[in-house]
């Protein structure tokens, strides 16, 4: 177990020490990357959450959204497809100040294990050009 956990902290390490950030016009092997929490989402009250992302917008290149359940059990993509919903969420928009999330009514994640308050409801994941 401790060989496993070495390893995979040896590899984030690594990972981690390439990474950098690049110019447009600049020729690299990657972009930046900004996590930004959630914060309160209750998903069936509020079918929007607006997340605050402090970016040029026309620099960001890629969004990645993680949602957490109420019992904090399982972490899901809120993209995530399912055959009886079909996509869960998305999201809708990206403005000069704001990062719009949106769940689908009726999907993954309107639903009670998705209704609490007081804890971060998941991450978003930003790449971007610096």
Do not use: P
């Amino acid at each position: 177990m401790k060989a496993l956990i070495l390893i995979a902290l040896f590899s984030f390490t690594q990972l981690s020490a390439q990474d950098r950030c690049c110019m447009i016009d600049e020729v690299c092997d990657s972009m930046c990357t900004k996590v930004i929490k959630i914060g309160d989402w209750n998903m069936v009250l509020d079918r929007d959450k607006g997340v605050v992302h402090g970016l040029d917008f026309r620099k960001i290149r890629s969004i990645e959204v993680i949602i957490i359940n109420d019992a904090q059990t399982v972490i899901a993509t809120l993209d995530a497809f399912t055959i009886a919903s079909g996509t869960a969420g998305g999201v809708s928009a990206v403005n000069a100040g704001i990062i719009n999330l949106a769940r689908r009514a009726g999907g993954l994640f309107d639903c009670s294990n998705y209704d609490s308050f007081f804890f971060n409801r998941g991450w978003v994941t930003i790449e971007y050009w610096q």
